[in-house]
Each structure stands twice: as C-alpha cells, then as structure tokens.
Nanobody
Framework: QVQLVESGGGLVQAGGSLRLSCAASGGTIINRPMGWFRQAPGKEREFVAGITWGGGGTYYTDSVKGRFTISRDNAKNTVYLQMNSLKPEDTAVYCC??????????????????WGQGTQVTVSS
C-alpha cells in the first residue's frame, strides 16, 4: 500500500516561496495521477493542483494559477508543489493524495486515496 509523506512546509513572509515535496513509499505512483489539497483552520479541504501520471497535464484552482506549479519526478517517486508569491490566505495544511477514481473531476476529494499527513504552510503578512 502506498504511503505518502509531505515535507517542505514552514513559515514564510508574504511574497515568499516554498517548495513542497510528496514522497511515496510502499508502492509506486509512477502510473498514477496525483493531487495536492489544503485545509485551513475552520475551512473545508480545498483542491490546489493536480498532475497526470506522465506530468503532461496539470490542473490548478483559480486562486493559485500563475503562482503555484505542480510537477513530478517519477524516477524519485515524488511529486512537488512550487509555491511562489505566497499570500496569507495560502496558510493551511497541505496534503498530497493519489487519484484513484475518475467520476467527478480533479477537485473532488472523493476521487483520491492514500492521503499523506500533511505539512503546515504559514504565510505571515
């Protein structure tokens, strides 16, 4: 069974950058589409970005387009989220997950399994 571990979170000032990593173990994610979600205190979990298994297709929620970039290195069994021009409203716990269902669309959490524990991102103003 695939296990996912996120890293790279931290405290950064508004306008700064962070690069999150999602490393898989116990199985491969090479042929699996992946997604990043985030959840802020008191808010519902929100889709951030998704990437097809080969990396040729990427998808973003509107609020991060032009600032965040999702990528993957299948040789390292790892998916990344480069976050630039960070804003205080980006503060949340960020989790990655494997997309295993294809009924509703990238932004639906029900489409994903094997969630990681998450990494905290805090953006100060």
């Amino acid at each position: 069974q695939v296990q996912l571990v996120e890293s790279g979170g931290g405290l950064v000032q508004a306008g700064g950058s962070l690069r999150l990593s999602c490393a898989a173990s116990g199985g491969t994610i090479i042929n699996r589409p992946m997604g990043w979600f985030r959840q802020a205190p008191g808010k519902e979990r929100e889709f951030v970005a998704g990437i097809t298994w080969g990396g040729g297709g990427t998808y973003y929620t509107d609020s991060v387009k032009g600032r965040f970039t999702i990528s993957r290195d299948n040789a390292k069994n790892t998916v990344y989220l480069q976050m630039n021009s960070l804003k205080p409203e980006d503060t949340a716990v960020y989790c990655c997950a494997v997309r295993t269902n294809f009924a509703y669309g990238w932004s639906f959490a029900r489409e994903y399994d094997y969630w990681g524990q998450g990494t905290q991102v805090t953006v100060s103003s």
